[in-house]
């Protein structure tokens, strides 16, 4: 009775609510209702049934019931006027599309990973995804770079000047000690 107050509504999404049960009049406030999303929300219990009752009113256009683990299809399950259905969790292989539900076998409906012999279609995909970002970053570090050249020039300048003292330093001492005659003579006794 929850959806009583919104006879207008014609989309609604309840996917990742594990729903423990449906009540057979869930959606009899919602005659204009086109699209039910219930995507992994019923994963408490096998609901196939008690679904089948709430929806047998509804002139539904799409229902999506990806990731729910379905074990049956049940025709009531399917209301009247449905155009598309929705079971798979990504995209359905291209075998399926446009297939009559009624003609579907189970041994039709499972998912392997892979879309009509092109496997890793995903990982290629984040993979591109990963690369654009890295991508990103690098033109952010380059324009702070750019941005900041006078200051970064500034900072060189800065730090080849410290060497350079540094190095004086050391070409100072090696000039002072290099002459061996020079060499300090230690006293020793008796001499």
Request: a neutral charge.
């Amino acid at each position: 009775m929850a959806l009583q107050g919104l006879p207008a509504l014609r989309t609604l999404d309840l996917s990742h609510n594990p729903l423990q049960s449906v009540a057979a009049g869930a959606f009899a406030g919602v005659p204009l209702l086109r699209t039910l999303q219930l995507n992994q929300a019923l994963l408490a219990a096998p609901l196939e049934d008690q679904l089948a009752l709430a929806l047998r009113n509804l002139s539904l256009r799409r229902l999506e019931l990806a990731g729910n683990a379905l074990r049956a299809l049940p025709t009531a399950l399917l209301p009247t006027g449905l155009e598309e259905l929705d079971l798979l969790c990504c995209s359905g292989p291209l075998a399926l599309r446009r297939a009559i539900l009624l003609r579907l076998r189970p041994e039709g409906l499972v998912c392997t990973g892979e879309e009509d012999g092109e496997p890793g279609q995903l990982e290629t995909a984040s993979y591109v995804f990963f690369g654009i970002v890295l991508a990103l970053i690098g033109i952010v570090f380059l324009m702070v770079l750019y941005l900041n050249r006078r200051g970064i020039k500034r900072w060189l300048h800065n730090l080849r000047e410290a060497c350079r003292d540094q190095m004086e330093g050391y070409h100072y001492r090696y000039e002072q000690d290099a002459d061996p005659r020079r060499a300090s003579t230690i006293d020793t006794p008796g001499l």
